[in-house]
């Protein structure tokens, strides 16, 4: 089964889990993907991720965060569709929820969030907002 959208289902998948109250996510990994998990790491918003093998397939498992019962991700929403690509330059980068939150970025120098982004003066596609 091809998926048009994967990351979009990553963020679907995050979210739902986390309405269920799920400590742990499963799905099908990438190195795109697994690059978001680890930002998602560094911000604090998920507790940690590992990349599990099995015969021919890896899984991406991600164990989920909460702060007294509540999800630590209020929202996490996809900005750049495959359908509509939203791109920035370094210097009209959104605040997420006014520097509360963070934007993923995709840049030349891989993967960031939107405020490395802009110490490093460098723009790209914006994949996701979250906070």
Same mark, same amino acid.
């Given at each position: 089964? @091809?998926?048009?959208?994967?990351?979009?289902?990553?963020?679907?998948?995050?979210? &739902?889990?986390?309405?269920? &109250?799920? #400590?742990?996510?499963?799905?099908?990994s990438s190195?795109?993907?697994?690059?978001?998990? /680890?930002?998602? #790491? @560094? /911000?604090?918003?998920?507790?940690?991720?590992?990349?599990?093998? +099995?015969? &021919?397939? $890896? +899984?991406?498992?991600?164990?989920?965060?909460?702060?007294?019962?509540?999800?630590?991700?209020?929202?996490? /929403?996809?900005? @750049? #569709?495959?359908?509509?690509?939203?791109?920035?330059?370094?210097?009209?980068?959104?605040?997420? +929820? +006014?520097?509360?939150?963070?934007?993923?970025?995709? $840049?030349? #120098?891989?993967?960031? $969030?939107?405020?490395?982004?802009?110490?490093?003066?460098?723009?790209?596609?914006?994949?996701?907002?979250?906070?």
């Open positions: 089964m @091809s998926l048009s959208d994967p990351i979009g289902d990553m963020l679907a998948r995050l979210k &739902n889990s986390q309405m269920r &109250n799920h #400590k742990k996510v499963e799905l099908p190195k795109f993907k697994a690059k978001i998990a /680890e930002i998602l #790491k @560094s /911000e604090g918003y998920i507790i940690d991720y590992e990349v599990k093998s +099995n015969h &021919n397939k $890896t +899984n991406l498992q991600i164990s989920l965060k909460y702060s007294s019962g509540n999800p630590v991700i209020s929202s996490i /929403e996809r900005v @750049s #569709k495959p359908g509509r690509r939203i791109f920035s330059s370094a210097e009209s980068l959104p605040k997420v +929820n +006014n520097g509360l939150g963070i934007a993923i970025i995709s $840049t030349p #120098k891989g993967v960031m $969030t939107d405020i490395d982004a802009r110490k490093q003066k460098v723009g790209g596609e914006i994949i996701c907002k979250v906070f």
